[in-house]
């Protein structure tokens, strides 16, 4: 919470809620100087990110900076694009313009690395080598250098005519490794299943791997490898055996199946289901800057995407918002008496605070999870209304421990709030009942938001 009490020493708490950049409502940025031109800044990595979400905040930003004539050329290499506008009409002037290349988040380390990038985009947090490789440009798992900047579900998409509904975690290992390759195996009809996965350097992959396969398997080798979402969702809908991973932007016309994990129930990927992190195979997208790099521009650009427009812009291409906003709270299968009757005059928001492995610090998305419920608290829809704060844990510990630790991890919750002015009803915290992943994941230890 270093970064919450830092901001509460540089603003005064009657001006916090009006200074903060990431919720800003503003369309319009400090316009260009008059020496500005050519390439700001070039952003390199995650196809997922790239490919359509990237392009689009570029051009929301650029506008937003003054910048008339906004358009996309692609430039010689596949996969990659330059984004530019102009100052005026005069369009014999050079244009300000942000290069973008999408070839799979490993490729966005790299290019911070080898200097050709000053943003790096992935659909996967960096893993402890890439961090340990760029140390010098600053510690890459800090709050000033990681943010995530959308939220993404990993759907498992099946061809529309499939009758299978639901499969667990392990049966979509099975199926993948080759294990399984009939869906009559799975409850499907009698025909044999045709693998499509992405291709090795992409988030999409890294994510599946980690989430699906793990230490249980390891990917068949008669798999189609694709290096696009969108191209493995088409090949997909024209395989009726087939069966594939894409981001939840990519399903398209073909079928995204619900998962389950040991101990939940089959849960499909919804807009708000994703938006808590809930779903089995939510995930999230980042953004990496160098911190050695003195452009403003950068952290103008990613305070821009964070911002109420920003989220936005992530919204209408597909992906989730982290914008908190009432949700339907989804309680089929509920049947903790405590919980429901917690809950019975309140309203559920659309995120879910998560921590730092094994403890009760708040990660980075908390941390500007914390930033954002507290400037929607300050709107006039949110009037009279008072957040409730519940924890959850996980069954690794025994169930007097779990409560007393998803307790603790609530209050933490309520202290970040509070710093920022904002006052909580009582927490609760019920430990490790109603999972929403396996005993050991730490996916379960979680604070609900609601208000009442």
């Known amino acids: 919470m270093t970064h919450l009490i830092r901001i ?9 809620l009006l200074a903060l950049p990431v919720v800003c409502h503003a369309t319009t940025l400090p316009p260009f100087t008059a020496d500005t031109q050519g390439v700001l800044f070039t952003i ?6 790239g490919a359509t979400l990237m392009p689009a905040l570029a051009e929301d930003f650029l506008r937003a900076k003054g910048l008339i004539k906004v358009t996309r050329l692609p430039l010689p290499s596949a996969n990659e694009i330059r984004v530019q506008g102009y100052v005026s009409n005069d369009l014999t002037t050079p244009p300000i313009a942000i290069d973008i290349a999408a070839h799979g988040s490993a490729t966005g380390f790299v290019g911070l690395l080898e200097g050709s990038a000053q943003l790096a985009m992935a659909s996967r947090p960096i893993k402890a080598k890439e961090a340990a490789s760029l140390a010098h440009l600053g510690d890459m798992n800090s709050f000033d250098a990681e943010k995530i900047i959308a939220i993404d579900g990993l759907a498992i998409i099946v061809h529309p005519n499939n009758p299978v509904q639901a499969l667990s975690i392990a049966q979509i290992a099975n ?8 869906w009559k195996a799975v409850g499907g009809l009698d025909e044999p299943i045709t693998l499509f996965a992405r291709d090795e350097n992409s988030g999409t992959w890294d994510t599946f791997n980690h989430l699906v396969l793990a230490k249980r398997a390891t990917l068949a080798t008669t798999a189609a490898r694709f290096e696009s979402n969108d191209q493995l969702s088409e090949a997909v809908t024209a395989s009726r055996g087939a069966i594939g991973f894409v981001g939840l932007a990519s399903i398209n016309q073909a079928k995204a199946l619900a998962l389950y994990d040991q101990g939940t129930e089959p849960l499909a990927p919804s807009i708000a289901r994703v938006a808590t992190e809930d779903y089995a195979l939510s995930r999230r997208l980042f953004i990496y800057r160098d911190l050695t790099e003195a452009n403003p521009l950068l952290k103008e650009f990613i305070a821009f995407m964070q911002s109420a427009q920003g989220q936005a812009r992530v919204q209408a291409v597909g992906y989730v918002s982290q914008h908190p906003k009432i949700v339907a709270p989804d309680l089929a299968g509920v049947d903790n008496k405590d919980y429901l009757a917690l809950v019975s005059n309140a309203q559920r928001l659309s995120v879910n605070i998560r921590f730092k492995a094994g403890s009760a610090e708040l990660d980075n998305k908390a941390q500007q999870d914390i930033l954002r419920l507290a400037s929607v608290m300050s709107h006039a829809d949110f ?12 069954a690794k510990n025994t169930e007097s421990r779990a409560r007393v630790l998803s307790k603790l991890r609530a209050s933490r919750v309520k202290a970040a709030l509070y710093a920022l002015g904002i006052h909580t009803a ?5 430990g490790a009942v109603m999972p929403i992943a396996s005993a050991d994941n730490p996916r379960n230890q979680r604070v609900e938001i609601w208000v009442q």
């Open 8 to 16: 509460v020493k540089c603003w005064s708490r009657k001006l916090a």
């Open 44 to 49: 390199k990595g995650s196809n997922t990110v």
């Open 175 to 182: 199926i993948f490794a080759g294990r399984i390759s009939n």
């Open 383 to 394: 009037s009279g209304k008072t957040p409730l704060l519940i924890g959850f844990g996980d």
């Open 426 to 430: 009582p927490v609760a915290g019920f």
